[in-house]
Each structure stands twice: as structure tokens, then as C-alpha cells.
């Protein structure tokens, strides 16, 4: 997800994920959980029946994330559940009027903002961040053109100045799944998730680097469950889906324009950051590709999350680097 002021060269960098300007993938490789030193510190199995308000709140905002997107977040149950030991995140077709921004980005008075659709985003922000680890979801995207959900991290503080100065870390985003698409392989549509980092200067000057992968039999990820994870070490960040290394990304490869960062290579990526997950409506990047616009067949969407737990590297907490292998 892309967050903050909207601004031109922003947005164009967020559509170039779907123009082919994805980093060269590397070649495939397994990185799994067991053995390589990860132990569990924070954790949510959904095993109750409502949200945990010691890790989570919902974020109630209409203001389309910086990428007119369509939705209202709402804090109901019509669209943030537990049931069945999972986490639903449901996307409506519905008028629903609410403040505009969430309290940290809220102007005084924060105005009201009329959208056509709701849905739900719970983060941990204040309450739980991490620095270093490996932070996995399991979870079954939904499927149509519009719904895009995802589960990403930002910075707990700005240490190095507003987004994306201090960074963004996209493990999952899953945009217009099996909706037409003319590069993707297969023949069932759109088949690819994506995971992303965002930085450098402000907007338009930003950078992103990003990675599109597919499941090894092409099938269309809204048919199961799978395992996307992100293992983040000092100065190395990779990403995996169902333990298979999709993107590597070294430090080389990222910087911050901030005068905070000078002299500091791993920056801004060596700082605490919280968790999200949220189903987002529309927005440029679903609706300026694929079948374009958001298709009213594809709502009520559910973004479905079985688990989302957080590992540090016991042999090396102060850089994560030791379990990386």
C-alpha cells in the first residue's frame, strides 16, 4: 500500500508495478521457518470470537489512502469480524459517511467524507513494532477486479521524516486476482501477488522496489490459503510466499533522502515498524489496470487471515542477520 500526501510521481510509481518495472526476480529459493533459529515473540491465531484490542485497532478513515481508493474504514463487525478462528476483513457495497483521515494524519477539525463502499483495516500501531525478523500471514485473498488487500508494515515513528523518508514494507498485496491480464501466465487472469519497499526522497522523487510472483503451478492465489512472509535482517530483506524467496533486496538497493540517515547505509529500514492488514476498494492501481474500474460483481469481497505471527532471531536480536541463511 502506498500512504501519505497524494502526489503525481507517487501514484506513478505505484502503477509501474503492474508496467513491468518489477526488479529482476531471483532465482528460486527455500527459506523455511524450522531450523533456522526464528522464535515466535507475538502472535494472533483469531481463536476468539472479536478482535484482540490489546494488539489491534481499527482504523476508521475515508479518505482512500492517499490512491482514491473507494472505500470507508469502518470499526463494525459488518466489516472486521473473528469467526471460525480467522481474521475477516469484508468489503461492502454500501453509502456510508465518516471522519476523513486517521487521528495521527487528521486535520483540526478532521472533516467528513461520504464514500461507496466500507471495509475494515486493523493495525497494530502503538501498540505492538518490531525491529528485524521474520513476519508471516497466512491468508486467502479475494478474488475480482477492485479488491486489494494486503498486509504491510510502516514505521512506529517517523524517525527519518514523513513516507516515505522513514519507509514502507509491503509483504503481501494482492490487486484484481483473476481479472483479465495479457503478462500473466497460465490463462486463469491475474495470478500475481506483490510485495514491495518503498523509500528514498519525498514524492515525486520516491523509489520503490518490487516483485511479482506467481504460485508454482500458476493457480489463482483467491483459491487457498497461503504463507506470505517477509524475513528482515540488517541491511537484507527478502520475501517469501509458502517459504519460497520471491525478492531479495540489499541495502545497496535502498536509501532515505533524509539528512537523519547520513552515514547510516541499513537506513530507513532499521527502525521499529508496526503491523497492518486492510481490503482496500479501487484505487489507481486496481482500477487503471486489468479490466480496469472496480466491478460491481466482485462485492461483498472477504479477505480472510488465519494467522499473523511476528519471529526474532534468538541467536542475533540487534540485527536478524544469523538466521537468514
Not at 151 to 173: F, H, K, N, Q
Not at 291 to 304: E, L
Request: proline share 7%; aromatic share 8%.
Amino acid at each position: 500500500m502506498i500512504t501519505g500526501p497524494l502526489k503525481a510521481g507517487m501514484l506513478a510509481a505505484a502503477l509501474l508495478l503492474f508496467a513491468g518495472s518489477s526488479a529482476a526476480e531471483a532465482p528460486v529459493a527455500l527459506a523455511p521457518l524450522e531450523g533456522a533459529g526464528w522464535e515466535l515473540a507475538w502472535a494472533d491465531e483469531f481463536d476468539g470470537d472479536s478482535l484482540d484490542r490489546s494488539k489491534w485497532t481499527p482504523e476508521v478513515s475515508c479518505w482512500g489512502g492517499g490512491n482514491f481508493e473507494r472505500q470507508c474504514y469502518t470499526d463494525r463487525p459488518e466489516n472486521i469480524a473473528v469467526e471460525g478462528g480467522m481474521l475477516l476483513l469484508k468489503a461492502r457495497k454500501e453509502r456510508f459517511t465518516g471522519p476523513a483521515r486517521p487521528p495521527e494524519i487528521a486535520e483540526n477539525p478532521n472533516p467528513q467524507l461520504t464514500q461507496s463502499y466500507t471495509s475494515g483495516k486493523v493495525r497494530t500501531r502503538g501498540l505492538h513494532a518490531w525491529r528485524y525478523g521474520r513476519i508471516e500471514v497466512r491468508a486467502k485473498v479475494p478474488p475480482g477486479q477492485g479488491p486489494w488487500s494486503a498486509v504491510w508494515m510502516m514505521p512506529d515513528a517517523d524517525a527519518y521524516g514523513r513516507w516515505p523518508l522513514s519507509g514502507e514494507i509491503d509483504i503481501l498485496e494482492a490487486v484484481n486476482i483473476g481479472a483479465k491480464c495479457k503478462l500473466c501466465d497460465g490463462g486463469r487472469g491475474e495470478n500475481r501477488t506483490i510485495s514491495a519497499l518503498h523509500f528514498g526522497d519525498l514524492p515525486p522523487r520516491n523509489r520503490l522496489v518490487d516483485g511479482r510472483t506467481t504460485l508454482p503451478d500458476g493457480a489463482l492465489p483467491s483459491d487457498d490459503f497461503h504463507v506470505y512472509a517477509v524475513e528482515w535482517g540488517e541491511g537484507l530483506i527478502r520475501f517469501l510466499v509458502d517459504d519460497r524467496v520471491h525478492l531479495t533486496v540489499t541495502a545497496d538497493q535502498w536509501d532515505s533522502a533524509s539528512p537523519l540517515a547520513l552515514g547510516n547505509a541499513a537506513a530507513p529500514f532499521d527502525q521499529p515498524f508496526y503491523v497492518m492488514a486492510n481490503l482496500a476498494v479501487g484505487g489507481r492501481l486496481a482500477e487503471e489496470n486489468n479490466a480496469k474500474g472496480v466491478a460491481a460483481k466482485s462485492f461483498p469481497a472477504q479477505f480472510a487471515i488465519d494467522w499473523i505471527r511476528v519471529y526474532q532471531c534468538a541467536e542475533d536480536p540487534d540485527r536478524g542477520r544469523a538466521c537468514m541463511r
